[in-house]
């Protein structure tokens, strides 16, 4: 008699397998942007800023402003295009490889405390190394921005340049140097070449605006906000500690006390009301193994 086959058994629909970990300082999922997209984006988004700089000083000329100590407005406005250019400069490269999503650039959640944790220590790392140079060298240079956009001369202008200072540097320099131009470089070579790529890149940007001593620091900043970003997984964490810095700095160049910390949180409150909507929601990113 013929043997009778075995019904066929149907796997059990159990959970999807957990994703495998990516490696330390791999790529985020998602479209790999050529590393050549990095410096022409920064090309022509200061190339765009310039222009936009350009109208803005026609513009003032012919409204009988003095160009050689222009009105607060203009360079506010102008720092303003500035950073429209880079976000508009990096989505556009973007956009050469794939349609770019919020999470592409690092707008996904991440675990609450263990993202507070890595932000305290690149932090207090950034200070550490930041007195120590301080002292190293003998800097007693101040920053002195806020009074070079014009911060001191009216109240709205104080307003206008703490808004510039504290949320729309912040946003426009994480989403183009970490969100794009560090992601760009990491399908290149990888996590510390382009780490430190980036942070030098970060801190040559601000020549003219900072001291000329405090540019390593914040070249060191620039390294450690990208370690941040790829332990964290996500970018919230860099914006939110680049604001909490840029208004600790705000604060001190006014000298102000009780008033710091009201600023931090006005900050961070802001740029999350603008960022969340636009963020990717849903699972939390695993972050890249120690």
Known sequence: MASVPPPFAYPHPGP?????????GAPPAGPRWPAWTAPVALIAGFGVALFGYIVIGAIAGLAGADLEDPPPWVNIVATVIQGAALIGSALFFARLTARPRARDFGLRPTPFWSGLG????????????????????????????????GADESTLALIAVGVL??????????????GFFFNALRSWRGLWPAA???????????????PVGYLVPLAAFGVALCLLYVRTGSLYPCIALHALNNSLAFGV????????PLVMLGANAVIAAVLLPFGERGNKPRPAPA
């Open 118 to 149: 890595w932000m305290v220590a690149a932090w207090v790392a950034f200070f550490v190394f930041t007195a120590v140079w301080i002292s190293a060298l003998g800097i007693e240079e101040r920053d002195d921005l806020p009074s070079e956009l």
């Open 196 to 210: 430190i790529l980036t942070g030098l890149v970060f801190g040559g940007i601000h020549a003219g605006s900072a």
């Open 16 to 24: 999807p397998p957990e994703p495998p970990e990516r490696p330390e």
């Open 165 to 178: 200072v504290t949320v729309v540097a912040p946003v426009a320099e994480e989403l183009f140097f970490r």
């Open 253 to 260: 160049s006014q000298g102000w006390d009780w008033q710091v």
